[in-house]
C-alpha cells in the first residue's frame, strides 16, 4: 500500500471491499450463508478458484474467520463474520439500496441468472405464513428447459433443489424469467403478473391462494422508499 494509503481510511478500506465480487461474498454471508457451497449459489458466476482466493483474503484481513461446523459435520468449514465483518453491513445495505433505487428499473432477461434469482427467492419466502403441511412449488421458465427448481417449504424451513426431491408436486410455476425477478424486485405484483399470463401457476385452490402471501420481496424495497 501506498504511503497516502497507509494514512487514509476511505483508501484501506476500499482496498478489501472493493476488491471484484468481495461485496457480493459478504452480502452472502450477512444474509445467513455459512458452507462454501451455500455461498457459490448466491454467487453463481464466481469461479470455485476465485472464490477460495476471495475467502482467504478476507480472512487474512480479519472480516471472516473459518470454522469447523459445531456438530461436527466432517470436513466441511463455515465462514462467519467477525465484528469487522459484520461492521460492513451498513455498507453493503447502502450500496443494496442505491441499486435498488437507481438501477433495478432496467432489468431484462439479460441480467437475470437463474440460480441467483431462485436462490433469492427461497430467502424472500414469508415463513410466518406456510400453512403447517409441507408445500413443494415447481418452478420452470419460459424458452428455457434446462433450468427446473423445486421450492421445498415446510416451517420454518424453505429448501432449495436443483433435482426432483421426490415430493408430490402442489403447485406448478411456469414463468417468465424476467417477470419472476420484477416480482422479486417488487416492480411487480404478483396478482398482475398472472393475471397478464406471464406467470402461470397450476395446482390445488387453497396453494395458489396462499401463494400470494407466501411470497415476499427484497428487503431493499421498503428501504429504498425511506
Not at 471491499?17 to 457459490?40: D, K, N, V, Y
Not at 467477525?82 to 450500496?95: I, S
Not at 430467502?123 to 419460459?142: A, C, G, K, Q, Y
Not at 387453497?206 to 402471501?213: I, K
Amino acid at each position: 500500500m501506498s504511503a497516502y494509503g497507509q494514512f487514509c481510511p476511505v483508501a484501506i478500506g476500499a482496498e478489501i471491499f472493493a476488491e471484484r465480487w468481495t461485496p457480493l461474498i459478504l452480502r452472502e454471508l450477512m444474509a445467513g450463508s455459512r458452507r462454501f457451497s451455500q455461498i457459490q449459489r448466491g454467487v453463481p458466476r464466481i469461479s470455485r478458484n476465485l472464490l477460495v482466493q476471495r475467502l482467504v483474503s478476507l480472512q487474512h484481513a480479519g472480516i471472516i474467520d473459518r470454522r469447523a461446523p459445531a456438530n461436527g459435520g466432517g470436513r466441511t468449514y463455515e465462514y462467519h463474520l467477525t465484528e469487522a465483518g459484520r461492521e460492513l453491513g451498513g455498507v453493503v445495505d447502502a450500496l443494496g439500496i442505491w441499486g435498488y433505487r437507481w438501477a433495478s428499473k432496467d432489468i431484462s432477461k439479460e441480467h437475470v441468472e437463474p440460480d441467483f434469482l431462485m436462490w433469492a427467492l427461497r430467502r424472500m419466502v414469508r415463513v410466518d405464513t406456510l400453512p403447517d403441511d409441507r408445500v413443494v412449488i415447481h418452478f420452470t421458465f419460459r424458452r428455457d428447459s434446462k433450468h427446473r427448481y423445486w421450492l421445498v417449504l415446510k416451517r420454518p424451513d424453505v429448501d432449495l433443489c436443483l433435482k426432483d426431491p421426490g415430493f408430490e408436486v402442489d403447485l406448478e410455476l411456469s414463468a417468465e424469467m424476467e417477470a419472476l425477478a420484477r416480482v422479486c424486485l417488487g416492480h411487480l405484483p404478483l396478482a398482475q403478473a398472472v393475471k397478464s399470463g406471464r406467470i402461470d401457476v397450476s395446482g390445488a385452490p387453497q396453494h395458489r391462494r396462499g401463494l400470494y402471501s407466501w411470497l415476499g420481496v427484497t428487503r431493499f424495497a421498503a428501504a429504498a422508499q425511506r
